[in-house]
């Protein structure tokens, strides 16, 4: 893809939907997507006991596979595994906590509840890294300089695999900025 000759269009909320169910992509689609969410937050400081009544907001630049199955990409992973020879368990499909209702077109933008959904793989490849700011407050932080009152992060027990495969969920109300087919959007 050539930067130079890319342009950002500025869309809203709908627009962006629109367009997103819109795109056809023939197998999986690489994209790169920015999006600010608030992580839920404990109402106590685990280290301090203090209350935590500030805001956290997490913004995320995420290289991205849009247009992938979670159940076939287990599938493929366990086949990979075991040919490598690692031992495997069995794959329990879980309860799915956020069910989309996906378009016609594709299998990467939905609706939970009436609000649009972005379904992403986080791109594999060790080369291509997210990049993370947090803020408290409104300010940039580090965050080891963050109250301890962020929840506590699992990997999925139930895919019975060595490398677990990671799929991730993002009302579109929280992308700022999506790079999609040479495509730039920018949500105003």
């Given at each position: 893809?050539?930067?130079?000759?890319?342009?950002?269009?500025?869309?809203?909320?709908?627009?962006?939907?629109?367009?997103?169910?819109?795109?056809?992509?023939?197998?999986?689609?690489?994209?790169?997507?920015?999006?600010?969410?608030?992580?839920?937050?404990?109402?106590?400081?685990?280290?301090?006991?203090?209350?935590?009544?500030?805001?956290?907001?997490?913004?995320?630049?995420?290289?991205?596979?849009?247009?992938?199955?979670?159940?076939?990409?287990?599938?493929?992973r366990k086949?990979?595994?075991?040919?490598?020879?690692?031992?495997?368990?069995?794959?329990?499909?879980?309860?799915?906590?956020?069910?989309?209702?996906?378009?016609?077109?594709?299998?990467?933008?939905?609706?939970?509840?009436?609000?649009?959904?972005?379904?992403?793989?986080?791109?594999?490849?060790?080369?291509?890294?997210?990049?993370?700011?947090?803020?408290?407050?409104?300010?940039?932080?580090d965050k080891?300089?963050?109250?301890?009152?962020?929840?506590?992060?699992?990997?999925?027990?139930?895919?019975?695999?060595?490398?677990?495969?990671?799929?991730?969920?993002v009302y579109?109300?929280?992308?700022?900025?999506?790079?999609?087919?040479?495509?730039?959007?920018?949500?105003?």
């Amino acid at each position: 893809m050539n930067k130079s000759a890319t342009t950002t269009t500025k869309v809203s909320l709908s627009e962006l939907a629109t367009i997103l169910l819109d795109i056809k992509p023939n197998g999986a689609a690489l994209a790169t997507v920015t999006h600010k969410t608030k992580p839920k937050t404990l109402k106590k400081c685990r280290v301090t006991k203090e209350p935590f009544n500030g805001l956290i907001e997490k913004e995320s630049i995420v290289h991205i596979v849009l247009n992938t199955d979670y159940e076939r990409g287990i599938e493929l992973r366990k086949f990979k595994e075991i040919k490598m020879g690692l031992e495997t368990s069995e794959y329990q499909k879980g309860t799915n906590t956020m069910p989309i209702e996906f378009g016609q077109e594709n299998i990467f933008m939905g609706y939970h509840k009436g609000a649009p959904v972005l379904v992403y793989k986080p791109n594999p490849n060790p080369r291509l890294k997210t990049k993370t700011t947090w803020f408290l407050d409104g300010l940039e932080v580090d965050k080891a300089d963050l109250p301890d009152v962020l929840p506590k992060t699992y990997k999925p027990q139930n895919q019975g695999l060595n490398q677990t495969q990671d799929w991730r969920k993002v009302y579109l109300r929280n992308v700022k900025k999506l790079s999609i087919n040479g495509m730039v959007f920018e949500l105003i």
